[in-house]
Nanobody, 124 residues
Framework: QVQLVESGGGLVQAGGSLRLSCAASGGPFNTYGMAWFRQAPGKERDIVAAINWRGTWIYYVDSVKGRFTISRDNAKATVYLQMNSLKAEDTAVYYC?????????????????WGQGTQVTVSS
């Protein structure tokens, strides 16, 4: 059974940085498309960034371009989200997700595995 475990969330001041990690186990991580989603109170769970299995295709939502960086280390079965210049509007629960599909990685429904989420709070 595939498990995804996020870590690295916390409270940070606006302008600060955090690095989220998502460790995978129980499946062939190096074949999965991976993504980070976030969900703020009362809002939908939306994609933030995605990366294909080889790391040759990367997507960012416009609001985080230039500030966030997604990366993966297949040898460690881990995906990362480096978040810089954080803003109050980045406050949300961040979820790691894995997809067995090679297509449609922008669609939430394509993701087969989800972590439990980690809270990121940015104070202004």
């Amino acid at each position: 059974q595939v498990q995804l475990v996020e870590s690295g969330g916390g409270l940070v001041q606006a302008g600060g940085s955090l690095r989220l990690s998502c460790a995978a186990s129980g499946g062939p991580f190096n074949t999965y498309g991976m993504a980070w989603f976030r969900q703020a109170p009362g809002k939908e769970r939306d994609i933030v960034a995605a990366i294909n299995w080889r790391g040759t295709w990367i997507y960012y939502v416009d609001s985080v371009k230039g500030r966030f960086t997604i990366s993966r280390d297949n040898a460690k079965a881990t995906v990362y989200l480096q978040m810089n210049s954080l803003k109050a509007e980045d406050t949300a629960v961040y979820y790691c997700a894995g997809s067995e599909s090679t297509l449609g990685l922008l669609e939430r429904e394509r993701y087969d595995y989800w972590g439990q989420g980690t809270q990121v709070t940015v104070s202004s």
